[in-house]
């Protein structure tokens, strides 16, 4: 059965770094696109990047320049670099599957298979 475990995710200072890691497995990882949300409290949860089969990436505005979205398909793992964290970058992070083929990325409804999440807070 499809499975997908993030890890990485604590408390750290503004101005820090995290680096969450999504490992996925019972599907060929190589073949989907994967995307990351988030969900802070209180809140929508939001779309923060995505990394299609060929390795290009999209980002929302807030996190361009600062988070990196990457891929190791030998190990069915997607990673994303937190980078100059913010006290509004504090929510809860999830790598999502999606369900394929040509589909507006930043839609939740177009990806099947979550994570449980990962809590990633930023102290001012």
């Known amino acids: 059965q499809v499975q997908l475990v993030e890890s990485g995710g604590g408390l750290v200072q503004a101005g820090g770094s995290l680096r969450l890691s999504c490992a996925a497995s019972g599907f060929t990882f190589s073949t989907y696109a994967m995307g990351w949300f988030r969900q802070a409290p209180g809140k929508e949860r939001e779309f923060v990047a995505v990394?299609?089969?060929?390795?290009?990436?999209y980002y929302i505005d807030s996190v361009k320049g600062r988070f990196i979205i990457s891929r190791d398909n030998a190990k069915n793992t997607v990673y994303l670099q937190l980078n100059s964290l913010k006290p509004e970058d504090t929510a809860v992070y999830y790598c999502?599957?999606?369900?394929?083929?040509?589909?507006?990325?930043?839609?939740?409804?177009?990806?099947?298979?979550w994570g449980q999440g990962t809590q990633v807070t930023v102290s001012s």
């Open positions: 999502a599957r999606t369900s394929g083929g040509a589909i507006d990325y930043r839609d939740f409804r177009n990806y099947d298979y």
């Open positions: 990394i299609r089969r060929s390795g290009i990436t």
